[in-house]
C-alpha cells in the first residue's frame, strides 16, 4: 500500500490560468474562478488569500495571470502554491477597461461548462484583455467585439454574412436576426425583436474582425456607440445560444452611452 504522502502528490497537477472572479469564502479564505490553458473553468480554494504574505495576494486577484500548483478534489481544487506570471494592472485604473474586462471575464465563464478545456479560448483572453489593458480607452470597445466575435466563431457559434438566412439571397442583406446568427434580406424582413437594422460598414467590420488573425489586426479608435451596438446585437446571440443574462452587458452600456 503506497504511503499518504506519494497519494497526495499524485493528486497535486500544474495549471497555468486567468482569474475570473473571485469569491470570498471566509475571513481569509477565498474561492477563485480560473479558466486555465489544460483544463478550461476550474474552482480553486485559496486558503489564506487575503494574507500579504509570500505574494499569495498578488495571485489571487481579478485579471492576473497564474500558475497554480493544487490539489485536485471532486468538487474544487485546493491551492498549494502559485506563481504570478502577468498581472494586467491597466484593467483597474480605467472604468472602461474594468468594464470591459468585466464584461469579457463573464462571457468566458457563462460560455463554457467546468472542466471543458479549449486552449483557443484561454490564448483569445489573454490576448484581448492585454491589448485592451495597454491600449487608451478608444480601444477598448473595438477588442470587446473582436473578443465576442472571434469567441461566438470558436464556440461555433459564428455568424452568417454572406446571404440572406431565408431566402438564400445575397443582396439586399440590412438586418440580422440574433436568434438565427445571420444577415436577413429587405423582402424576408418582418418585424420582431429579435431582428435589428444593419449598415453595409457594419457587416463589414464584423466579416473583418471574425476573419484577421490575431496580431495583424488593425483597431482603429471605434465610434463606441457603434460598437457597442453590435456588441449588443452579438451578446444577445450569445444569450439565446447559453441561455443566460450577461449582467456585465449592462455596465458596459452604461459607461459607453451615458444611459
Ligand atoms: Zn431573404
Known amino acids: 500500500m503506497k504511503p499518504a504522502i ?3 502528490c499524485s493528486m497535486l497537477k500544474t495549471l497555468t490560468g486567468i482569474v475570473l472572479k473571485e469569491t470570498d469564502y471566509s475571513n481569509s479564505s ?4 480560473v479558466f486555465t490553458k489544460e483544463e478550461g473553468k476550474i474552482s480553486v480554494m485559496y486558503k489564506s488569500a487575503k494574507q500579504y504574505k509570500k505574494g499569495a495576494y498578488a495571485t489571487a486577484q481579478l485579471f492576473t495571470i497564474v500558475e497554480f500548483v493544487c490539489y485536485e478534489g471532486r468538487k474544487f481544487y485546493t491551492h ?3 506563481q504570478l506570471l502577468k498581472a494586467y494592472r491597466g484593467l483597474k485604473d480605467s472604468i472602461v477597461k474594468l468594464a470591459a474586462a468585466s464584461y469579457i471575464a ?5 460560455s463554457y461548462e467546468e472542466k471543458q478545456p479549449d486552449e483557443r479560448a484561454f490564448l483569445l483572453t489573454a490576448y484581448c484583455l492585454n491589448k485592451i489593458d495597454k491600449n487608451n480607452d478608444a480601444y477598448a470597445m473595438g477588442y470587446t467585439l473582436l473578443y465576442l466575435l472571434k469567441l461566438l466563431a470558436i464556440t461555433g457559434y459564428a455568424p452568417l454574412l454572406n446571404r440572406c438566412i431565408d431566402c438564400g439571397k445575397e443582396s439586399s442583406l440590412q438586418y440580422f436576426d440574433t436568434i438565427q446568427g445571420g444577415l436577413v434580406c429587405r423582402d424576408c424582413h418582418t418585424a420582431g425583436n429579435h431582428l435589428h437594422a444593419i449598415q453595409p460598414e457594419d457587416i463589414h467590420t464584423v466579416y473583418y ?19 457597442i451596438y453590435l456588441i449588443k446585437l452579438f451578446n444577445e446571440c450569445l444569450e439565446d445560444k447559453i441561455l443566460k443574462k450577461i449582467a456585465a452587458f449592462d455596465f458596459l452600456v452604461t459607461l459607453t452611452c451615458g444611459e
Open 106 to 110: 463573464q462571457v468566458l465563464l457563462y
Open 30 to 33: 477565498k474561492i477563485l474562478t
Open 209 to 227: 474582425l471574425l476573419n484577421v488573425a490575431l496580431n495583424e489586426e488593425n483597431i482603429e479608435k471605434t465610434d463606441g456607440k457603434r460598437s
Open 6 to 8: 506519494f497519494f497526495w
Open 80 to 82: 498549494a502554491s502559485s
